[in-house]
C-alpha cells in the first residue's frame, strides 16, 4: 500500500507539473496584455511599463515560469488583475460553494443511479431495463446549460436565484465557517437560511446530476452483468443461493470498483463544468469566478482555476486508486 501511494503520488506530481507549464505557456500566448487589464485601457506607457516590472512581465518566460513556479509551492498563485486580491484568497470564498453544489447534486445522483444500475441489470432484456437505459441515455446527452433553462422555467415553484433569499441577510444573517451556505447555516443553527438554501439548491443539483446520473447507473449495470458472468458466480447459482445472496455478497462488491472511480471523476468533471449553470441560477462559485476571470482575460484567475481543476482530478485519481485496493485487494498486486 505504501509503494502504491508513493508511486501513484510521483505520478500526480509530474501531472500537476505538466499542466503548469502547459497552461502557463498557453495563457501567455492569449491574445490581450495583463498590463492592460491591470492598469486599465486608459493607461499611460510609463504606467503599463511599471505595471508589467511589477507583474514580472518584463522578464522572459523562463523565469516567469520559475517564479509563478516557486509561488504555487509558497502558496502564491499570484494576484487576480481583476478583483486585486490573491487568487487564493478568492479560489478559498469561491470554490466552497461549487463544492457544495456539486456534491449535493453527486450524492442524489448516486443515490439514485446505483439502485437504478442494480435494477437495470437484474432485469436486464425487459421493459424496465431497457426505459432505464432509455432515461439514462438521455440524460447524459442532455446539455447541462439546456436543462438548466428548462428546470428554471417548468419548476419555477423552487428559488431560480442565488445561494439563499437576500432579505434573510437582515433577518437571520448567516455566519460564515466554511464558505457553504448549508453547511453554515447547520452549524449556526440559522433555520431560516438553511431552509432557503436547502430550496435554492435543488434546480442547480438536478442541472448538475443529471450527467451523473445517467452515467453511474449505466456504469452500475454494466459491471454487475460482468461480474455476474464470471465463474464464481455461475458456481455460487449451480449450488442454490438466492439471486439476492449472489448480487448482495458476490457481485455488488466487485462491481463497485469502476462505479467508485467513475463517481470521482464527474465529480471533477462536474466542478469544471458549473461555469454556465452557475450563470443560470446566479451562483457564487468557482464557475462564475472563471467566467469572470475570462471576461477580463485575468490571467492569474485563469491560471489558477486550471490548476485547481488539475489538482482535483488528480486528488480524486489518487483516492480512487487506494479506495479499490482496500475494496480488492487483488489490485495489489498489479498496482
Known amino acids: ?42 493607461a499611460q506607457k510609463a504606467e503599463l511599463e511599471a505595471v508589467r516590472q511589477k507583474l514580472g512581465l518584463d522578464r522572459a518566460w523562463p523565469a516567469q515560469l520559475a517564479t509563478y513556479a516557486g509561488g504555487i509551492v509558497t502558496g502564491d498563485w499570484g494576484t487576480s488583475l481583476h478583483t486585486r486580491r490573491p487568487v487564493l ?16 447534486a453527486l450524492l442524489g445522483a448516486a443515490a439514485l443511479g446505483i439502485p437504478l444500475g442494480v435494477l437495470a441489470a437484474r432485469r436486464k432484456g425487459r421493459l424496465v431495463d431497457i426505459t432505464i437505459r432509455l432515461l439514462t441515455t438521455l440524460s447524459v446527452s442532455m446539455p447541462v446549460f ?96 438466492s439471486e439476492r445472496t449472489i448480487y448482495a455478497r458476490l457481485a455488488m462488491r466487485p462491481a463497485l470498483n469502476p462505479v467508485i472511480a467513475l ?36 490571467t492569474p484567475a485563469i491560471l489558477g482555476v486550471t490548476l485547481l481543476i488539475a489538482i482535483v482530478y488528480v ?7 487506494v479506495v479499490q485496493t482496500l475494496i480488492d485487494p487483488r489490485l495489489r498486486g498489479s498496482a
Not at 20 to 36: E, K, L, N, Q, W
Not at 268 to 292: C, H, K, M, Q, R
Open 146 to 241: 439546456w436543462l438548466g433553462l428548462i428546470l428554471q422555467h417548468q419548476l419555477s415553484w423552487f428559488p431560480v436565484s442565488g445561494e439563499y433569499a437576500a432579505d434573510l441577510d437582515y433577518t437571520s444573517p448567516l455566519t460564515v465557517y466554511t464558505h457553504m451556505t448549508i453547511v453554515d447555516a447547520a452549524i449556526g443553527g440559522n433555520g431560516p437560511v438553511l431552509t432557503s438554501a436547502l430550496a435554492h439548491v435543488v434546480l442547480p443539483a438536478m442541472a448538475i446530476a443529471a450527467y451523473p446520473l445517467g452515467a453511474i447507473a449505466q456504469m452500475t449495470r454494466a459491471s454487475l452483468l460482468e461480474v455476474i458472468g464470471e465463474d464464481h458466480v455461475r458456481m455460487a447459482r449451480a449450488l442454490g443461493f
Open 263 to 298: 463517481i470521482a471523476l464527474v465529480f471533477a468533471y462536474s466542478l469544471a463544468n458549473t461555469f454556465l449553470v452557475e450563470s443560470i441560477y446566479d451562483w457564487p462559485g468557482l464557475g462564475s469566478y472563471a467566467a469572470a476571470a475570462i471576461g477580463s482575460l485575468d
Open 89 to 104: 484568497d478568492d479560489l478559498a470564498t469561491a470554490v466552497p460553494a461549487s463544492l457544495e453544489l456539486v456534491a449535493v
Open 315 to 321: 486528488l480524486l485519481n489518487l483516492v480512487v486508486d
Open 1 to 42: 500500500m505504501i509503494r502504491l501511494l508513493a508511486r501513484r503520488l510521483a505520478q500526480a506530481l509530474v501531472v500537476v507539473a505538466g499542466v503548469v507549464v502547459v497552461t502557463f505557456a498557453v495563457a501567455r500566448v492569449i491574445p490581450g496584455d495583463p498590463a492592460v487589464t491591470y492598469a486599465g485601457p486608459r
